[in-house]
């Protein structure tokens, strides 16, 4: 607690809040100590009184020097500085001044503070959602560049034409990727500590999981590929594309959570996703089976016995994401 406040004040707030305090340092005797014993000062006690904006600001750097990220709260004149300097600045939205909230990033509509333990599950969510999708997108888009590259080394065709490739990256992970964005939180978002403000949306913790599907999604495309090669070009072509397809849907369950399995947080406990891969599976069969599509895509009906067979090669992206998630435990 950083107020202008008297240090009785201080240390009443304090304890009604739940910080636990004994004493509370004024400007005054924070600004009679040595920079040494000042960085040691902040970092030791938790509230300090009678503050001066520019001993608020000293603070909040002083934090961020040493690797903190800082939020600050105000509603005053006074707490613009440092508002305007901390990571995350909140003011008051019905007693906070003009200057306090144009100095901030979130202002309080209620003035609530349990709003900002709101915001912040809110925003872990968001960033663990924009993160799984990227990791969805750079799986499947890594997997079908992998399919094409190592299918030309052993052999002279593309296992899958422009057109087809179009079509799953408009449609089939379209629907999905939409899906996956609404995931809500698992419970636990909370109990996690706070990000490196450096941290990458990708980053190497995550390498070992998208080596590891990617490389089962490009060892079955490949593998169906070749099987079905001698009954044709466009059958084999047919078998790739079910495989990339189905594949992808698996690791929307994998991606739900990159720490809990499936059939902890449920299969079918998010509706939207449930309702893309169903119309995507739709869509799937309508562009394998309706001759139109069949022409426009150079696609080969399947037999029931070969979709079963690519969808059961197609499930192990979800075993193994399953079997990764255990070991990492």
């Known amino acids: 607690m950083a107020t202008g406040d008297h240090k009785g004040t201080a240390l009443a707030i304090a304890k009604e809040i739940g910080i636990n305090a004994d004493e509370a340092l004024t400007e005054q005797e924070l600004k009679d100590l040595p920079e040494k014993e000042f960085q040691e000062t902040v970092n030791k006690f938790s509230v300090f009184a009678r503050l001066t904006p520019n001993m608020k600001l000293k603070i909040a750097e002083t934090l961020q020097g040493q690797g903190h990220i800082v939020a600050m709260t105000g509603d005053g004149v006074n707490d613009a500085p440092a508002l305007k300097k901390a990571d995350i600045g909140i003011s008051m939205g019905l007693i906070g001044t003009d200057v306090a909230r144009e100095s901030s990033e979130i202002v309080l509509a209620d003035d609530n503070f349990a709003s900002i333990v709101n915001a912040i599950e809110e925003g872990r969510i968001v960033f663990t959602n924009t993160r799984q999708v990227s990791f969805f997108l750079i799986t499947t888009n890594f997997a079908e560049s992998v399919t094409i590259i190592s299918s030309l080394l052993i052999s002279p065709y593309l296992p899958l034409l422009p057109t087809q490739i179009l079509w799953l990256n408009l449609v089939s992970d379209g629907l999905p990727v939409v899906a996956l964005s609404t995931e809500q939180g698992h419970g636990d978002v909370l109990q996690e500590p706070p990000r490196d403000a450096t941290e990458d949306i990708l980053s190497k913790d995550i390498m070992p999981f998208l080596i590891l599907i990617t490389g089962i999604m490009v060892a079955a495309a490949l593998f169906i590929f070749t099987s079905y090669l001698p009954q044709g070009i466009d059958k084999a072509r047919t078998g790739a594309f079910c495989v990339m397809t189905l594949t992808q849907f698996f690791n929307v369950f994998n991606l739900r959570s990159l720490k809990k399995s499936c059939f902890e947080i449920g299969f ?42 690519i969808a059961l090669l197609s499930s192990l992206v979800l075993i193994f994401g399953e079997v990764y998630k255990f070991v990492r435990k």
């Open 268 to 309: 079918f406990s998010n509706k939207y996703i449930n309702a893309s891969l169903l119309i995507s599976v739709i869509l799937l069969f309508a562009v394998i089976y309706i001759p139109f599509f069949q022409d426009a895509f150079h696609f080969t009906p399947l037999s029931l016995t070969e979709l079963l067979t």
